[in-house]
């Protein structure tokens, strides 16, 4: 939903255009910035009451980014009164697609394909699957290199006592 409804929208440019108050006090009353109230007198005066209906999420081609590029560029229009004329929601958009111009070219203004990431699966479940079962020649080779592994480490562990209780601790206190 809209933060200001067409009504508001109407009501506020009518009270500057009457006169009645300035873009600041208006601002003020409805609780928005003076260029907010700028920008929708802008939108009455060139499209009238339609130019307050701006659909605020709209995808706009990469041949309309490029247009209304070109447009700026001719006219030495300012992304203000661009916006308005090309009935763009947010100014500050034409000037980053301007910045990915100058940039990147026709390229940068092209749309950007999202794509979801992929859940990675656990390792363990991973290895389970890989994991040889039964008693298959693979699965006989993966058993005895295990226990090889296993029959290595106790030896080196049993070695590492012995040397431990040969040697003792000869410290001497003063």
């Known amino acids: 939903m809209a933060k200001y409804t067409f009504e508001e929208k109407l009501s506020a440019v009518r009270q500057y255009l009457d006169g009645v108050e300035s873009f600041a006090s208006i601002g003020r009353s409805i609780g928005t910035s003076e260029s907010v109230i700028m920008n929708w007198v802008k939108q009455y005066q060139y499209h009238g009451a339609e130019g307050l209906f701006i659909k605020t999420y709209t995808n706009y081609s990469t041949q309309f980014k490029l247009n209304v590029l070109n447009y700026m560029n001719d ?42 990431t992929l859940m990675k699966k656990d390792d363990k479940r991973e290895a389970k699957k890989q994991a040889p079962t039964g008693n298959s020649i693979e699965a ?25 209780e040969k040697s003792p601790n000869k410290t001497k206190r003063k």
Do not use: C, H, W
């Open 75 to 116: 006219n030495g229009t300012s992304s203000n009164t661009t916006a308005v004329i090309f009935k763009i929601s947010s100014p500050s958009m034409i000037r980053k697609r301007r910045i990915l111009y100058e940039k990147g070219g026709v390229d940068a203004l092209k749309p950007k394909k999202k794509e979801r």
């Open 140 to 164: 006989l080779k993966a058993a005895v290199k295990q226990l090889r592994m296993e029959n290595e480490y106790l030896k080196k562990l049993n070695t590492l006592v012995q040397n431990k």
